[in-house]
């Protein structure tokens, strides 16, 4: 569904909606070094990635919630409930506040990113699939 790469081009993370998990992928060599395992019954959507490459944001759809990934690590270090099925997401240019697209409940969750929590929701059309942040 989607993917992110980090900074320096190196490596992509790539969602794996029917298998619960994220591939960390070889950008170079074009091949997978590993796969990340979520809980089961996830369903990897969206991913938004912080600028310095180091948390990978994961919407999970009908789980209901952002998996936080170390890529250090590679490993889920974190999970916070946003709303019914986040699939898209993406992070405020200053990485403070978190979005996610919820489709069924026609709303985007505000999260603030330091404490996980929804500041806010905002409703929109039906259906969001997808988030785009625009900098003034």
């Known amino acids: 569904r989607s993917v992110a790469f980090l900074p320096d081009g190196s490596r992509a993370f790539v969602t794996n909606e029917n298998d619960a998990s994220v591939s960390v992928v070889d950008a170079q060599k074009h091949r997978t070094l590993r796969t ?24 999970t759809g009908r789980g209901k919630m952002v998996v ?11 999970s916070f409930e ?3 099925r986040p699939w898209g997401i993406a992070l405020s240019p200053d990485e403070k506040y978190l979005f996610t697209a919820n489709g069924p409940s026609n709303d985007v969750s505000v999260v603030d990113v330091a404490s996980r929590k929804i500041v806010r929701r905002i409703p929109v ?4 699939w997808g988030v785009v942040i625009v900098a003034r």
């Not at 395992?37 to 990897?44: D, F, M, T, V």
């Not at 059309?125 to 969001?128: A, F, L, S, T």
């Open 36 to 59: 990340i395992a979520l809980e089961k019954g996830l369903k990897p959507m969206g991913l938004a990635l912080t600028r310095d490459g180091k948390t990978l944001y994961v919407s």
């Open 125 to 128: 059309g039906e259906r969001p």
């Open 68 to 78: 936080v990934i170390d890529t250090a690590t590679e490993k889920p270090v974190a």
């Open 82 to 84: 946003v709303g019914v």
